[in-house]
């Protein structure tokens, strides 16, 4: 059974910075794309940053060089660092994950985690 909790969320004052972790745990045999979405109260979800096994990474318009998304596979954990945060940043922040079993790739998601910005 693969989970992933994410954690890092709070309250943050505006220009504040943050970082969020996802720990990915279970039985698996690698991790393929991270991503980071985000859900502000009545919106739909959206996509922020994607990183790939490589290291390649892709960011919203809207994170405008603000977030940095990165990996350590080697403790099964991705990481989304947002400065200059702004209080529409406001938002539970997911965490997505393509992951290889045994016989497939399967795409998993964390339970979110509140970041609030707001003086």
């Known amino acids: 059974q693969v989970q992933l909790v994410e954690s890092g969320g709070g309250l943050v004052q505006p220009g504040g910075s943050l970082r969020l972790s996802c720990v990915v745990s279970g039985t698996f045999i690698s991790i393929d794309n991270m991503r980071w979405y985000r859900q502000a109260p009545g919106k739909e979800r959206e996509l922020v940053a994607t990183i790939a096994p490589i290291g390649r990474t892709k960011y919203a318009d809207f994170v405008e060089g603000r977030f940095t998304v990165s990996r350590d596979d080697a403790k099964d954990t991705g990481y989304l660092r947002m400065n200059s945060l702004k209080p529409e940043d406001t938002a539970v922040y997911y965490c997505?994950?393509?992951?290889?079993?045994?016989?497939?790739?399967?795409?998993?998601w964390g339970q979110g985690t509140l970041v609030t910005v707001s003086s």
């Open positions: 997505n994950a393509v992951i290889l079993g045994d016989f497939e790739y399967r795409e998993y």
